[in-house]
């Protein structure tokens, strides 16, 4: 059964700082990855998608990387800003169904 | 906006009711996805249809009824609900239910209270 994991369950750092946020997932067979970004009381808004055959991603400000073999992926997020503060879940898609399996988050938090 | 909207956004109600979620998604995508999301939880997959067929049901509770009448509208049917199945809903969309490059699209959810 796949298990995603997402530590720390939340992080404050000040504005400007460079920031890595962690995902670890038990199986490796996955078919890809997404990160999404979920302000309090919305729904979920997907940032980067990873093929399995991908290592990496990048979008402006962000760049997703992907290692299958070891399990995990991050998030890279450049010049954070307090508009960045949100939670940010990590989820892998495996099995037949394309199930996406998440982590619980990580909630940042950017101070001006 | 994704392209996946949900009404309504809020929903109280009593545990005798019966009320009906709504998505609809408008990406010419072929799979649609029940989410449910509650505190301090992952996100847990109740319900998924491609082509407008049920292709997995996860040991959901008869309480929670879905239906898809086409490829761009799904609903979750609520009737006798318990006050633990307050939470948020969420909606999602894909090009297809099947694992390769599919990206998926959220909806902004219904915050369901059960009093």
């Known amino acids: 059964k796949q298990e995603v994991t997402q530590i720390p369950a939340a992080l404050s750092v000040p504005e400007g700082e460079n920031l890595v946020l962690n995902c670890s997932f038990t199986?490796?067979?996955?078919?890809?990855l997404q990160w999404f970004r979920q302000d309090p009381g919305k729904g979920l808004t997907s940032l980067l998608l990873?093929?399995?055959?991908?290592r990496e991603q990048t979008s402006g400000r962000l760049n997703a990387s992907l290692d299958k073999s070891s399990g995990r992926s991050t998030l890279y997020i450049a010049a954070s800003q307090p508009g960045d503060s949100a939670t940010y879940l990590c989820?892998?898609?495996?099995?037949?169904?394309?199930?996406?399996?998440f982590g619980k988050g990580i909630t940042l938090s950017v101070r001006p | 906006e994704t392209g996946v909207t949900q009404t309504p956004r809020h929903l109280v109600m009593g545990m005798t009711n019966k009320k009906s979620l709504k998505c609809e998604q408008h990406l010419g995508h072929n799979a649609m996805y029940w989410y449910k999301q509650s505190a301090k939880k992952p996100l847990e997959l109740m319900f998924v249809?491609?082509?407008?067929?049920?292709?997995e049901n996860n040991s959901v509770p008869s309480r929670f009824s879905p239906e898809c009448p086409n490829s761009s509208h799904l609903f979750l049917h609520l009737h006798t609900l318990q006050p633990e199945d307050s939470a948020l809903y969420l909606c999602?969309?894909?090009?297809?239910?099947?694992?390769?490059?599919?990206?998926?699209?959220f909806g902004q959810g219904t915050r369901l209270t059960v009093v």
């Open positions: 999602a969309s894909s090009q297809d239910s099947t694992g390769w490059g599919t990206e998926a699209f």
């Open positions: 249809y491609s082509l407008e067929e049920r292709v």
């Open positions: 199986d490796s067979a996955i078919y890809n």
């Open positions: 989820a892998v898609r495996t099995g037949a169904n394309s199930k996406l399996t």
């Open positions: 990873i093929q399995s055959s991908q």
